[in-house]
């Protein structure tokens, strides 16, 4: 039996900014694999029980390199349970997520992606900076 893959963004860091999708697949997660930049307080969602794997990237100093994490998703959902991957922002824009999921669904392990709110967009909007403004330039003196 084949478990699944989820990639998920947890956001900027503020817990406020997880979506309930992200907090719906903690949940009902068997592993947890993330990063060093979520929010900690996302981990008080994973269920009693689940197997919580650490896999933090510093610079110049890497806990577990890319290919070993593939490795241990495919692995973990290959032998049946629902595995998510947690990445801070979102998976996509600065995080690996798309590697991940491609290399999950070639293995031929189904890949769920939850995208996750990014620092490029909240980080500007909490100082009432629009990242985009329509018309500004036409007013622009």
Known sequence: MVGKVIIAGGGPGDEGLLTLRCIEALRNADVVIYDRLIPRSALNYVRQGAQLIYVG???G??????????RVMMSEAGSGKIVVRLHGGDAF??????????AVLNAGIPCEVIPGVTS???APEAYLIPPVLRGALARWP
């Open 57 to 59: 990237k510093e610079p």
């Open 61 to 70: 100093r890497h806990t577990m390199e890319e290919d070993e994490i593939i």
């Open 93 to 102: 824009l600065f995080g690996r997520g798309f590697e991940e999921c491609i």
């Open 120 to 122: 490029a967009i909240a």
